[in-house]
Nanobody, 125 residues
Framework: QVQLVEAGGGLVQAGGSLRLSCAAS????????MGWFRQAPGKEREFDGT????????FDADSVKGRFAISRENAKNTVYLQMNSLKPEDTAVYYC??????????????????WGQGTQVTVSS
């Protein structure tokens, strides 16, 4: 069983930056595809980005291209989401997710088996 714990959320002004982290335990981290999603009140959980196991190939949602970057540090069992040029519409609870091996549905909730508890990001205008 994999446990995921997000950290780094908070309140930031529009145009600012935050770096979220997600620490994983209970599995062989390097073998997991990791993803970041967000969920705003009253909305569906939506995909932000993913990073594949070991080789580190990333895919980002169009809405965050050029602003967000996902990375992983396998030695620390941690995945990061660097968020720059934040906008009020980025306000949401951010979740990290994990899938052992390759995820064909990397941009969908059902593409992952494990989820963290989420961390709140609030962007003020």
């Amino acid at each position: 069983q994999v446990q995921l714990v997000e950290a780094g959320g908070g309140l930031v002004q529009a145009g600012g930056s935050l770096r979220l982290s997600c620490a994983a335990s209970g599995g062989t981290f390097i073998s997991y595809t990791m993803g970041w999603f967000r969920q705003a009140p009253g909305k569906e959980r939506e995909f932000d980005g993913t990073i594949r196991s070991a080789i580190g190939v990333t895919f980002d949602a169009d809405s965050v291209k050029g602003r967000f970057a996902i990375s992983r540090e396998n030695a620390k069992n941690t995945v990061y989401l660097q968020m720059n040029s934040l906008k009020p519409e980025d306000t949401a609870v951010y979740y990290c997710a994990a899938k052992k091996g390759y995820s064909a549905s990397y941009n969908r909730r059902d593409g992952y088996d494990y989820w963290g508890q989420g961390t709140q990001v609030t962007v003020s205008s």
